[in-house]
Every structure is written in structure tokens, then in C-alpha cells.
């Protein structure tokens, strides 16, 4: 990088930092902290929570700048790395922060950066900036929120620093403090999060952030993203680097690794139109179910939007035509719906918006009407020159789109005789069904049993009042290998449904949900891990407003009783057990539990049942992509890396639990 040029870009930069300075802020020193000091007091205001969620999208944000860098073609990687003590350092190779002084405020334009709200807006010169407004708040929130941030600039040989603390506290201003080597160049930032403000925690989870900087390495084609968690054992230490230069398409790979592909190839789109930037790629899998993932400038738009429109449309369109034109659909054949054409297939949908409009409940749905357009004839013309180039593929996948059609019909005529029957018996209860006295809905509870004698407990044990028992006969149904009428068909799938009370998929109303608590609970060990999973995909397919309304829960029996004499203990974790065993010190005996039958009412009640005692574990599917590889995995027919899995994760929920 030339000195003029850096030069010219920090000049750029510092005009538009100007504007955001007089606009919201003099350049009293005061001011600018009473901007921070803003944030400590309300940090809801600029970060989702200041729950574990909240403490990740402190990396986020300060990665997001760094791909800014790399997007922008000047940076080739970025490094996070965890420490012990859970401090974060994200370091990329880019051109090295600007180093000079800001005219308006005083001060270097790395201290106005870092303490000046929103100051970051157009930072990093690229044309989009990734977080797009949701949670793209600047580096300075992030500073607001730190027990201490350090800030590190590399270039022309030299190194310069500039350390924060007590949220966002000059301990001394920007300055050089050393030479380097003369070819290195880039920006480092380290920080620790406040415990005073982040109090649930401030220890990351290894997990969220390895698969969202994969996820990173897949929106971002060719940037290299590196994550390094110092935390780790020795033996399970790994540098973890993502690159793809395959982009979306790897991604589709990755995400069919445990089903079923169809056809060989996965159909890739690029390409931009009036400023914005659209990929696409999709593949089909055995399965019956759709999974479209959208994003806009790199953030998962959950609620879908204009992106996920163009492409539905397109996709219609095409095959429609394509099946016309090559006689699999006949004159007097209706045309394919755009849920046949989606069954089966793994979409992911990918655009860089200079301007995105956000709308939905959440803030995640894509409102630019532009889009629909901009991808449906990006991905259309893309779309039709595969299919023409792929006859072989194409008579694939125009045939699995007509047994979706035609299996849609069956299963029409399947709900309509279930809606008939069920209106004949009006609001007629499962006979399993042990009910609750109360019809507040907002006190209720539901357990889910498996087995007849487990049921038979809990029937026994619950307080009646508000709770309610639907014990379950062996295996529910897996709904990711049966069509929609087999499953309407299925017995424990029908309870649960009048039970709940609140319809399913897109006839679901939440408010009419008879149970505020949903519970699940199997035994401990490996079949009750797999009910569980059934029935969680069950949830997550047929009534995922239920599930993302936090509605459903896991009840955690103890695994052990511990008893010396009259006392009785019970522990549910092996740490736990260590910890009563030596508080209890010898002649004691330890049960183990190996299923909720050897349980007595009254223990289960005690144990698993009571409010007062007992442990839920809520279900909340963060992501959803992560929670179908683990519903894909776990009921696909792919063996080898089911089984890996459940070797590896004995106590599965927690990853359920994203
Ligand atoms: C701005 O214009 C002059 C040359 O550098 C441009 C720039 O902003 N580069 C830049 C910023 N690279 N990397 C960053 C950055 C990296 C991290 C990890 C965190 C932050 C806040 C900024």
C-alpha cells in the first residue's frame, strides 16, 4: 500500500467521520464519554442483550470490520483468537487502521473511532458495510463495553498502540511505539468484555464461534478466517482455518455432507445488478424437506424477504417452463407449485445490499423490493442454462419436483379427511391425555413421557392442577423420512397435535397453545436421546413458532441417588455426584438411574417434576441451520457420522440447545 494512497483514504475517511461528529456530537472529551457512558447504561439499546448473545456480538462486530477490509480486496485473512481468560483478539492483514489525527476532534482518528458513536458507519471504505444496520453499532460500542480494549496498527515498519480501559478510557493517546517488520501490514484489536455489565457471563462458547466464522468463510468466497481458542486441552487444541474459494457452492456441500444429493452438481449463480450482489447455489437431496437459508450482507435473514422471494420465483418459473418445453408436463397438467420445486433442496441465498431494509417481527426479513428482480433474473438465466447443459440432471430434478406434486395432493386429501374427523369430534382430547385442572394457559404444562410405566409415574406424581401427562408408546414417527399424509396419519403425532391445541405449520396460532410448558422427558441414555431428537424435529418442522416462542422444554432427571442413612441426595451431572460424595464422605450407596421407571412417583415428582426442585433446560433454536445438520445427521441414513456423533456428544441437548 502507497503512502499517497493511504493518505488519501484516511482524508476520505475522516470527512465522513466528520460528518457524523458534528452531527451528533461536539468534540468535547466529556461529551464523547457521556457517549459511552450511554451505552454502559443502556447496552440493550446498542447489542441484542447483555446475555451470552450480547457477549458474541462483541466479536462480531469487531470481525465485521476486518472483512470489511478483506471485501474491500485489502486484507487476505483475519485471526480470532480466544485466551484463557476469555480476551479476544481479532487481527487481520489489511492496510493498518489510519494512524492520523483527526481535525474536527483533536485526537488520532483511531480514538475518535473507538469512542465516538457510530463513527465507524462507512469505516473500512468498502462498498458494503457487512452488519447493514442490525448489529453493525462500531467499534466504539464494543470499547463502551470492555473492562479494557487495545488497539494495534501495523505499517511502513512501524507499530503504533493505543490502550483503553473502564469502557472506553484513553490511558494514553495513539502513538508509535515501535518498529516492525516493513512488509507487515494490518489492524489488531484485543478487549476484554466488562463482567460488571456482561454479569450472566463473559466465557464465549467455542462452538458458536467456530461455526459462525466458518459461516463467515462461506458468505466471504476466498477470505481466510482463522479461530484459535487458547481455552482448549492440549490434546483437542486446534487451529481451525476456513477458506473457500468455492463460496456458496462449497457451502451447499457442507451442509448435504449427511444426505442424500440427487443429481451430481450443485447449480451456482453470481453476479450483480444496480449495486447489488446476488449468489445463489442449490442442490436436491432425498429428502421431502426444504432448507433455504438468505442472507443480506452477510447476516442469516431468518424471516426470508425479497431474496428468498426472486429466488422462489425464478426456480418456479424455470422448471415450469423447462417442463413444458421437454414434455414431463403435459398440456392439461397444472403446473408444479413453487413447494414442489422446493422439496428436497438445499438453497442458500446470498446478497450484498449498499442500503438493506430490514422489517419482521425480529428484524430479519428483507424488505428492498428492488431484489426480487436483481435475483430472480440473475438466478433464473443461471438456472435455465443448467438445466439445458444438464439434461440428465434436469430429468432428475423435474421429477422429483411431479412425485412432490403428486404426493401433495395425497396428502391434501389426507388433511382434509383428518380436519373432517376432527370436527366431528369436536375438540375431542387424546385418551391418553392425562389433562391439567387449570386452562391458563400461561401456568400449564405438558409433559411429553416416553414409555407407559414412566407415564404412569408422572401421572401418579404431578400436581394435577397444572400439569398434564401424554405418555408416548415407543418411537414417534420420523419426520424427515415420511411424507406429510403418513405423518398425519400417525398416532402420537395426532395426540400431540389436539393436545396442544394450536394447529401446525401454516395453520399454527400460538395463542391458542394449550401449554405454556411443553416438556419433554426420556429416559437418560441413548433411546431417550433419540425420542428426544424425534420429537424435536418434529417440533422444528411442524411447529417451529412453538419452539422459537420457547415453549419447549427438556426435563433433566438425576442420574444418581446418593443416600447415607436417612438422607437421600440426588445429583444430575457426574460432577455433581463428586461433589455429594464428598460432602456426604464414605458409607454411602449410589444408585444409578438408568430409566425414569425406576423412579417411584413421588421421586419423580421430587426429582424432575416439582418447580421448586427440578432443572428445565429450554429449547431455543438460535440457528436453525446448525439444529437441522443436527436433525439431518441424526435421523439420515448416513450411519458413520451419526454414530461419531453420538459418541462424541453423550449429552446431546446442549448442542441442541444453540
Ligand atoms: C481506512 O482507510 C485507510 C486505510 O485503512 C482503512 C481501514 O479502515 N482499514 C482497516 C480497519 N483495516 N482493518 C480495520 C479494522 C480491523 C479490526 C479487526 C477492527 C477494526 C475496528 C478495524
Not at 425479497?306 to 415450469?320: D, K, P, Q, S, Y
Request: hydrophobic share 35%; aromatic share 8%; glycine share 8%.
Amino acid at each position: 500500500m502507497s503512502e499517497e494512497k493511504n493518505k488519501n483514504e484516511e482524508m476520505k475517511l475522516n470527512e465522513e467521520l466528520d460528518i457524523t461528529v458534528t452531527h451528533e456530537y461536539s468534540d468535547s472529551d466529556i461529551q464523547v464519554l457521556d457517549g459511552l457512558e450511554a451505552v454502559r447504561k443502556r447496552p440493550g439499546m446498542y447489542i441484542a442483550s447483555t446475555s451470552v448473545k450480547g457477549l458474541h456480538h462483541l466479536v462480531w462486530e469487531i470481525v465485521d470490520n476486518g472483512i470489511d477490509e478483506a471485501m474491500a480486496g485489502y486484507a487476505t485473512t483475519i485471526k480470532v483468537i480466544v485466551d484463557k481468560d476469555n480476551v479476544i483478539t481479532v487481527e487481520d492483514d489489511g492496510r493498518g487502521m489510519p494512524t492520523g489525527i483527526n481535525e474536527k476532534t483533536g485526537k488520532s482518528t483511531i480514538e475518535t473511532i473507538f469512542t465516538v458513536l457510530h463513527a465507524g458507519g462507512k469505516f473500512g471504505g468498502g462498498a458494503y458495510k457487512v452488519s447493514g444496520g442490525l448489529h453493525g453499532v462500531g467499534a466504539s460500542v464494543v470499547n463502551a463495553l470492555s473492562e479494557w480494549l487495545d488497539v494495534s496498527v501495523y505499517h511502513d515498519g512501524k507499530e503504533y498502540y493505543v490502550k483503553f480501559v473502564n469502557g472506553g478510557n484513553v490511558v494514553e493517546p495513539l502513538k508509535m511505539i515501535g518498529s516492525c517488520d516493513s512488509a507487515k501490514h494490518g489492524s489488531k484489536v484485543r478487549f476484554k468484555a466488562d463482567p460488571t455489565i456482561f454479569t450472566e457471563t463473559t466465557i464465549y462458547e467455542h462452538d458458536t464461534l467456530r461455526d459462525r466464522l466458518r459461516q463467515l468463510a462461506f458468505l466471504n468466497k476466498g477470505i481466510r478466517l482463522e479461530f484459535f481458542d487458547e481455552r482448549e486441552e492440549e490434546e483437542k487444541k486446534k487451529h481451525y482455518v476456513f477458506q473457500f474459494a468455492g463460496g456458496l457452492k462449497e457451502y451447499v456441500q457442507y451442509l448435504n455432507k449427511n444426505r442424500t444429493s440427487i443429481h451430481e452438481d450443485v447449480i451456482y449463480s453470481e453476479g450483480h445488478e444496480n449495486g447489488i450482489q446476488v449468489e445463489v447455489a442449490c442442490q436436491y437431496n432425498d429428502g421431502y424437506n426444504p432448507n433455504v437459508y438468505t442472507f443480506c450482507n452477510n447476516i442469516n435473514t431468518v424471516e426470508g424477504g425479497t431474496h428468498e422471494e426472486g429466488f422462489r420465483l425464478a426456480l418456479n418459473r424455470v422448471i415450469n417452463k423447462y417442463a413444458r418445453d421437454n414434455n414431463f408436463l403435459k398440456e392439461k397438467d397444472d403446473n408444479l407449485t413453487s413447494d414442489d420445486c422446493k422439496e428436497g433442496i438445499t438453497a442458500i441465498i446470498s446478497v450484498k445490499h449498499p442500503d438493506p431494509q430490514y422489517e419482521g417481527q425480529t428484524k430479519t426479513k428483507l424488505g428492498n423490493t428492488e431484489v426480487r428482480k436483481t435475483v430472480s433474473s440473475i438466478f433464473g438465466a443461471q438456472l435455465e442454462r443448467f438445466l439445458m447443459e444438464n439434461p440428465d440432471q434436469a430429468k432428475i430434478i423435474i421429477e422429483k419436483a411431479s412425485l412432490a406434486s403428486q404426493a401433495r395432493m395425497a396428502a391434501k386429501k389426507a388433511r382434509e379427511a383428518t380436519r373432517r374427523k376432527s370436527a366431528l369430534e369436536i375438540s375431542a382430547l387424546p385418551g391418553k391425555l392425562k389433562d391439567c385442572l387449570s386452562k391458563d394457559a400461561s401456568i400449564s404444562e405438558i409433559y411429553i413421557v416416553e414409555g407407559n410405566s414412566a407415564g404412569g409415574s408422572a401421572q401418579k406424581g404431578r400436581d394435577s392442577h397444572f400439569q398434564a401427562i401424554l405418555p408416548l408408546r415407543g418411537k414417534i414417527l420420523n419426520v424427515e423420512k415420511a411424507r406429510q399424509h403418513r405423518i398425519f396419519e400417525n398416532a402420537e403425532i395426532r395426540s400431540m397435535i389436539t393436545a396442544f391445541g394450536c394447529g401446525i405449520l401454516d395453520e399454527i396460532d400460538v395463542s391458542k397453545l394449550r401449554y405454556h410448558k411443553i416438556v419433554i422427558m426420556t429416559d437418560a441414555d441413548v433411546d431417550g436421546a433419540h425420542i428426544r431428537t424425534l420429537l424435536l424435529t418434529f417440533f422444528y418442522r411442524y411447529l417451529r413458532p412453538v419452539l422459537e416462542g420457547g415453549y419447549i422444554y427438556i426435563a433433566q432427571p438425576p442420574l444418581y441417588k446418593v443416600q447415607k442413612g436417612q438422607a437421600v441426595r440426588y445429583a444430575y451431572t457426574d460432577k455433581q455426584l463428586e461433589e455429594i460424595k464428598a460432602e456426604m464422605g464414605d458409607r454411602i450407596a449410589i444408585q444409578r438411574y438408568k430409566g425414569l421407571g425406576e423412579m417411584d412417583a413421588e421421586q419423580l415428582w421430587e426429582t424432575t417434576m416439582n418447580p421448586e426442585n427440578r432443572t428445565l433446560i429450554r429449547v431455543n433454536i438460535g440457528d436453525a441451520e446448525a439444529a437441522d445438520q443436527n436433525f439431518s445427521m441424526l435421523m439420515g441414513e448416513e450411519v458413520e457420522p451419526r454414530k461419531n456423533f453420538i459418541v462424541e456428544n453423550a449429552h446431546f441437548v446442549e448442542n441442541l440447545d444453540i
